[in-house]
């Protein structure tokens, strides 16, 4: 049990490390968690919510996002570079991963506000959690809040786009179906998950 909840804190630091700004990752109970466990962070200082605040808007059929998991991912000079991108099965054995987000703002709502997650779901469409305290269990997940400029010059019409990179420690998951979910200002689209696999081991010859 040790174990699980020091490598789950782990995982906590270093999402929140790697999220590329102006994105705080949002992750207060693994956050807590964490910092019962001893483990220091520049963001695990107790500044956080106790829940992600999502604003409605009626831009959802407007907004496009594009996700792809990785081997690494990280957001410079305003664009994603992909490393080992493009899978979608992993395992039996845990390994580090990354997923790179690009989303695509309308011009009419630039400079607003919008709120963002992406939660791990299974099979059966369940927040996958994982014990972080005694008596426990806090859900995988990351957002946060981001707001869209718009740049000098820029035609009239044409979208915004906010790029964001997280990338994980290994999680321990189960063989199974799952995939990550994006939610945008409290609402989802088909289109904007990440399935993927994790196999189970070769039984012993």
Not at 39 to 56: A, E, F, K, M, W
Not at 71 to 95: N, R
Request: glycine share 8%; with cysteine; net charge negative.
């Amino acid at each position: 049990m040790a174990d699980r909840q020091l490598l789950v804190a782990r995982v906590v630091a270093e999402t929140r490390r790697r999220l590329a700004p102006p994105v705080l990752a949002r992750i207060p109970d693994l956050a807590r968690a964490a910092s019962r466990l001893g483990l220091s962070h520049p963001l695990l200082d107790g500044n956080y919510r106790s829940t992600i605040q999502y604003r409605r808007c009626d831009c959802l059929h407007t907004v496009k996002a594009t996700m792809l998991l990785a081997d690494y991912a990280v957001v410079s000079d305003g664009k994603l570079t992909i490393v080992g991108g493009g899978w979608s099965q992993t395992g039996p054995e845990p390994a580090a991963f990354g997923i790179g987000l690009l989303i695509q703002v309308p011009w009419d709502r630039a400079n607003t506000v919008h709120s963002f997650s992406v939660e791990l779901l299974d099979a059966d469409g369940g927040a996958v959690a994982f014990e972080a305290d005694e008596d426990e269990d806090h859900a995988v997940a990351f957002g946060g809040e981001f707001e869209v400029g718009r740049p000098p010059g820029l035609k009239p019409g044409t979208p915004l786009d906010f790029p964001v990179a997280v990338n994980s420690t290994p999680l321990p998951l189960e063989p199974g179906r799952y995939e990550w979910r994006l939610t945008i200002d409290g609402d989802s689209r088909e289109d904007w998950t990440l399935p993927f696999t994790v196999r189970a081991a070769e039984p012993p010859q």
